[in-house]
Nanobody, 114 residues
Framework: QVQLVESGGGLVQPGGSLRLSCVVS????????MEWYRQAPGKQRELVAT???????NYADFVKGRFTISRDNAKNTVYLQMNSLKPEDTAVYYCYINVGRGKWGQGTQVTVSS
């Protein structure tokens, strides 16, 4: 059974930083691409960043230069380092793996506010 568990969310002031983690179990993690999505209240879910099994990365335009996706295959974990946070980054952040029909984590809340 594939499971994804996000952590690291919280309340941060504009300009601050957070590091999100997603621990994956139930698969050979290192051979799968991983993604981070986010969903703000009343808004559609949107793709934030992707990292392939080989370590190649891709980012949405609205986070380029501020967010970094990385992975540690020995720990079955994908990370999202978020710097220079803006109020519009406020959302629930989800990790995703395209295995089978796809699998989502439960999400972790990020709130950027003074």
């Amino acid at each position: 059974q594939v499971q994804l568990v996000e952590s690291g969310g919280g309340l941060v002031q504009p300009g601050g930083s957070l590091r999100l983690s997603c621990v994956v179990s139930g698969i050979i993690f290192g051979i799968y691409d991983m993604e981070w999505y986010r969903q703000a209240p009343g808004k559609q879910r949107e793709l934030v960043a992707t990292i392939t099994s080989g370590g190649s990365t891709n980012y949405a335009d609205f986070v380029k230069g501020r967010f970094t996706i990385s992975r540690d295959n020995a720990k079955n974990t994908v990370y999202l380092q978020m710097n220079s946070l803006k109020p519009e980054d406020t959302a629930v952040y989800y990790c995703y793996i395209n295995v089978g029909r796809g699998k989502w984590g439960q999400g972790t809340q990020v709130t950027v506010s003074s």
